[in-house]
């Protein structure tokens, strides 16, 4: 069964600035300027690559809608100046959003006349890398987790017009939630959350307070999950709320500050490191509440999680049912390369550079 592709007009590219090259670095709008005040249309094949080893490619479609919505050249002064769309005139091979691909491997093709794309190169390079960056980071972190669920959860460390795309790339990647309705938007969905320390802090500290006022308002719509670490006592507060609030209570969070020691840990402390979510202390919120029948209860942990510690959790046994990541999924290098490797159908690429066919590509059309 063939595989589809997102829209262009989901993305609602600021299209006429693209044409216009105010995205774009001077020297590509430059090259289209000399082109097209020379009359000259090189027939070119322009090669997209990336050279890190097992990534998984993000922000394909994307870069797709630019070339399709973006390409071409304006005709004509004043009020007679008129777009002219180059997409038509363009042959364009590519792999999928989600594809895994290895280190130089060629992405994305385009054949064409170069003065209709060439000063395109900086956006669709920046979106190919963004988002498989984050593609790849959760990939990780997804594969880490053993078939546990990950939560996308990096809004607040990054600025807001990044989010649309980044979720899209998540989602594509295997994480099952995303914290902002901006972030699911491209595929229809919702933001998912859990009580926040700052609701608890306006119900004046009361924790089961503001979880069971967060239920009244939104059970059975929300899977309704306590933040449990607001006094440092995440044993103590899991079983408060799981008392008060009975089958409403989808889960509790443990989001324990690295350089806390949680309440419940100090008469253990000398034997492991007890600072922040320490296993140890998910091992004693979940014996706490299978003790008292609570074994429906979720544990959700967050707060510093990376591919690693997620690994050394699962292979350790550690009872967690889900893992909210965030910060940790922004970070990292993903960089995508452009090279024309090919003019008039003849070699013609830097030194160190050369065509490199890939029978994976699909044809765009």
């Not at 997209?48 to 071409?72: H, N, Y």
């Not at 003019?343 to 066919?357: D, M, N, Q, T, W």
Request: a negative charge.
């Amino acid at each position: 069964m063939p595989r589809t592709r997102l829209s262009p007009e989901v993305f609602a590219l600021p299209v006429e600035r693209m044409r216009e090259g105010y995205y774009s670095d001077a020297y590509f709008n430059l090259s289209k300027g000399v082109l097209e005040a020379q009359g000259l249309h090189p027939a070119v094949t322009v090669q997209v690559f990336q050279k890190q080893a097992c990534a998984i490619l993000g922000g394909m479609d994307e870069a797709l809608a630019m070339l399709r919505l973006c390409s071409g050249r304006h005709e004509g002064e004043g009020t007679d100046r008129r777009w002219v769309a180059g997409w038509d005139d363009l042959v364009v091979h590519a792999l999928y959003d989600g594809d895994e691909v290895g280190p130089w491997e060629t992405v994305l093709t385009i054949e064409g006349d170069y003065s209709l794309f060439a000063h395109l190169e900086t956006v669709y390079l920046g979106a190919l890398t963004r988002r498989t960056l984050i593609s790849t980071n959760v990939r990780r972190v997804v594969t880490a987790a053993a078939g546990k669920p990950i939560l996308f959860f990096p809004a607040r460390f990054d600025h807001y017009r990044v989010q649309t795309g980044d979720g899209y790339a998540a989602q594509v990647a295997g994480a099952i939630g995303v914290s902002t309705d901006a972030q699911a938007s491209w595929w229809g969905g919702k933001g998912i959350g859990t009580v926040p320390h700052g609701l608890i802090a306006a119900c004046g500290g009361d924790t089961v307070e503001a979880t069971r006022r967060f239920a009244d308002v939104y059970y059975p719509e929300i899977n309704v999950t306590a933040l449990v670490d607001f006094d440092n006592d995440c044993v103590a507060t899991s079983l408060a709320c799981a008392r008060a609030l009975g089958e409403r209570l989808w889960g509790v969070r443990l989001d324990t500050a690295e350089t806390m020691v949680d309440r419940s840990l100090w008469h253990q402390m000398g034997q492991f490191r007890p600072n922040g979510v320490a296993p140890e202390l998910v091992h004693e919120v979940r014996r706490a509440l299978d003790a008292e029948g609570f074994h429906a209860v979720r544990i959700v942990v967050s707060g510093g999680f990376t591919a690693e510690r997620i690994a050394s959790f699962e292979a350790a046994g550690v009872p967690a049912d889900a893992y909210g990541v965030g910060s940790s999924l922004l970070r990292g290098i993903a960089d995508f390369t452009a090279d024309v490797v090919l003019l008039e159908g003849r070699p013609c690429a830097k030194v160190g550079r050369s065509y490199r066919p890939n029978p994976r590509l699909a044809r765009v059309v």
